[in-house]
Every structure is written in structure tokens, then in C-alpha cells.
């Protein structure tokens, strides 16, 4: 458990929020920050003539192996992060630590095609060397992050990618790697047992921190995907089930505890804005939308939060890479973590939140983005929430209320568009025949509501 008095804290902390942004601003001694980052997607194959070396050498040698390559300069749009990109966004990840307690990452270490791409280099499709090159990766990403955050517990969700197929977690890898998120990333912070049962069991956890005041619980949503073959889905019935029976229980834990809670996750619920934004008309019109869970899945889940009106303080999502935001019900929304990997023709970007201590409700949070036309030292103060939306108070009631303002003030809608891609503009934009889309996917959670929406926007 991650104790730390109020007094300590202040100590540490000073008032002081330092930021990578040139400056150093100014915060409430009853306010904090964390650094929040997500979708990594490391990608060790980045240059193709290291690999011979990696696949042979123990993973406390891959750092000086990238450190030989010719390549120096950060992935390109398009493309899964390469180790310039990783230092540079893990440098900047540490500028921006500030007196966080605790760091918070949504998931996603290993890059795309890991699986195709080392039977490529390897010549082999065996499973057994797949596996522990895989778990070098894992090993690898997780020890850089442990090297830019110091002894400070990562808190985090599995991602859809952090698997040995290419679309998991699969239970072999939860097992096989337990025990590196424990020790690299949890750094030794939960039972150790209570831990590993839950974790290997499906991907899933909880942990009490800030003197037993909070509960962090990171949930597996990649069980969750209708995009999932009808035979795993049914498969997986029992697993969702006790995830959701265990999840129940811990908040109402919490809530016997008088504990707040964030609850972490990767896939979120709702639309998948991209994707059926991609199927609208030339005027908007949509006929369908994709969704990224079960709908039966999604209902349970939004009953379970209804039973605990004002527990959770936090929820925190991933997976789209892109800088956007879910109001699942009156008073729970999910903030979702831009991606380092500009894969999808986002520019890399994570956020620093600041938090109340009194409440442990985020209030506001920073952008830090990487322009990659520019290519710059560091990752650079992007914006911040509470000057560009000139909104005060916790941040789940401004999300809310910047909703309806996003389709009322053209200055503000132009501002999220803008956001959206963290930076990017030159071969990513939301146009005006698909912004309904976006907008509708903030606040409207269930399919037809949002083809309600889309279609009635204009």
C-alpha cells in the first residue's frame, strides 16, 4: 500500500507544479498532479538489422543495442513508436512528474504485429521463441518506465495489444507476466497474492493507495469487444461474469471503506467514433454505428456504476490514441489518454492532471503533445483545459457542461476538432459533415442514441 501523509506531501510538492512547458505554474497546496500516459505501442523492429541482436541478448542489454542503431529521429506519422520516440516521450514524461504520487498508464505496451513480424525476421513461426521475445518487449518498456518515473507505483489497465497473439490478453501472458506489472509497474504496492489471483484470473486488479483514501481498480474491457468471433465471446461469458461480480464487490468496498475511487480501463465504452464516422454520407447520415463493447456487456457495466452515484472520482480510458472524452451517465464521465504512437495520424501527446487532495477529483489537466513535423527536443505544453474552455470547478462537471456548448459556440467545437488529433492536422481532420459523429459520441452511449443524434444534428 502507497502511504503518504498530507504534510509529506505538501512537503514534497511546495505549491509547485513543474511542467515541461518552459515554466513552472503555480498550484493550491491542496492540489496535486499526475502524469497520465497511454498506447505506447512499441515497436522493436524499428530497425530490422538490431534484430538478430535482441533475439540472442537478455533484455538488460537492448538499451545499448537501440543505442547503435542509425535510425535517431522519432517515428514518422503512420507508424508504432520506435526507442527515439519512447526516450524522448519518457524524458518528457519525467520533466512533468512534478510531486505525483503516482503515474497512471491505460495500456498498450507492444506494438502492432508483433506476432507476424518476429516469425518475418526469425524466419520461424515456433511459439515457444514468440513468447520470450515478447516478454523481453514487455520487460523492456516497462523497465524504461520504471527508470523516468522513479519509486513512484504505475497504476494501469491491459491493453488489446499486450498479448502474445496480437489481440489479448491471453491468459498465458497474464501469467507469464504478473509478475513484471507487480514488481515494474506496481512496484510492490498491492498484496502480492490478492494481486496476482485477480490478475491472472483476467487481467484485472485493484489497490489501495493515498493512506487507504483511494482505491484504484483496472478493469480487462478487451473482453468486452463485439469484434470478438462468436465462438471466443461465448467462451468468455464466465470470465465477464465474475469480473463484473468482482468489480461490484470492490466498490462497494470502497464505498463501506469511505474510499474514492479511479477506475482504469483501455477499451472504452461507447462509440467508435473513427470507425462509423468512416460510414456517414456525404451529408452526415448514418445507418449504423460501431460500437466498442457488447451492448449487454455495456448495460451491466453502466448498472453497476448507477449503484454507486459519487464513488468514483476518476475514470480513465485509452485505446483510440486520440485526445476525447465519454459521459457515460449524470456524473461519471471518462477522460480517454492520446497515444505516444502516432500510428493512427495523431501527433504523440499525454496529459498531467491536477487533483484535488481533499476530494481526489481530477479539476483540470494539461495537454503535453510532440509535433512530428517539427520534431522538437521534448514533448511542449499543448493547452490547458481550464484556460481554453474557460471552465472551473472538478472536471467531470466541466466535461459536461462543455457538451452542449460544443455544438452552440463554433469557437469551442473548433478548439476540440483542433485537440482531437493532439496537434495534427496536415492528414487527419474532423469535417464538418462528420463532426455529428464526435459530438454525439461524447454524450450518447448506446447505438441508437447515437444514430439519433447524428442524423438529427443538423
Partial sequence: ?????????????????????????????????VVVFSDIHFNPFYDPSLFAALNSADVSAWLSIFKTSSITAPSALGYDTN????????????????????AIY??????????????????????????????KVVAFVMQQIRSAVGNIP???????????????????????????FYTQFLNG????????????????????????????????????????????????????????????????????????????????????????????????????????????YQATFLEILAKYPGLIALTLAGHTHMDEYRIMSPGNSLEITPGISPVFK????????????????????SSMNYDLSAMPAEFNHYYTFSTAYSEQGTLSDSLARLFPRLVNSQAQQALYRSYYYSGNVSS??????????????????????IIDAVNSYY
Fill in 428 to 449: 487527419a481532420s474532423i469535417s464538418n459533415a462528420t463532426w455529428p459523429v464526435y459530438w454525439a459520441g461524447i454524450g450518447k452511449m448506446t447505438q441508437q442514441e
Fill in 106 to 135: 491505460t495500456g498498450d505496451l507492444l506494438g502492432h504485429g508483433i506476432p507476424q513480424l518476429f516469425a518475418k525476421y526469425s524466419g520461424s513461426s515456433a511459439v515457444a521463441p514468440l513468447l520470450a521475445f515478447t516478454d
Fill in 346 to 365: 495523431n501527433d504523440p501527446a499525454f496529459k498531467v492532471f491536477t487533483f484535488s487532495l481533499d476530494t481526489l477529483r481530477p479539476i483540470d489537466y
Fill in 189 to 296: 504496492t498491492a498484496d502480492h497474492q490478492r494481486f496476482l489471483d485477480s490478475f491472472k484470473s483476467g487481467g484485472y486488479y485493484s489497490v489501495e493507495m493515498l493512506e487507504s483514501k483511494l482505491m484504484v481498480i483496472g478493469i480487462n474491457t478487451i473482453l468486452f469487444s463485439p469484434l470478438l468471433p462468436a465462438s471466443v465471446i461465448a467462451a468468455e461469458v464466465p470470465e465477464v461474469t465474475a469480473q463484473f461480480a468482482w468489480l461490484d464487490a470492490q466498490l462497494a468496498a470502497a464505498q463501506t471503506a469511505g474510499q474514492k475511487v479511479w477506475l482504469l480501463m483501455h477499451v472504452p465504452p461507447g462509440a467508435d467514433e473513427g470507425t462509423t464516422a468512416s460510414s456517414a454520407s456525404s451529408n452526415g447520415q448514418i445507418t449504423s454505428a460501431s460500437m466498442m463493447w457488447n451492448s449487454a
Fill in 1 to 33: 500500500m502507497l502511504t503518504i501523509s498530507r504534510r509529506s506531501f505538501l512537503e514534497l510538492s511546495g505549491g509547485f507544479l513543474v511542467c515541461g512547458c518552459g515554466g513552472v505554474s503555480t498550484i493550491s497546496t491542496n492540489d496535486f498532479p
Fill in 83 to 102: 526507442y527515439p520516440l519512447l526516450a524522448v516521450a519518457l524524458s518528457s514524461v519525467t520533466q512533468n512528474l512534478g510531486a505525483s504520487p503516482i
Fill in 154 to 180: 504505475v497504476v494501469f489497465a491491459v491493453g488489446n495489444l499486450d498479448s502474445y497473439s496480437g489481440y489479448g490478453p491471453d491468459s498465458t501472458f497474464l501469467s507469464n507476466t504478473a509478475e513484471l
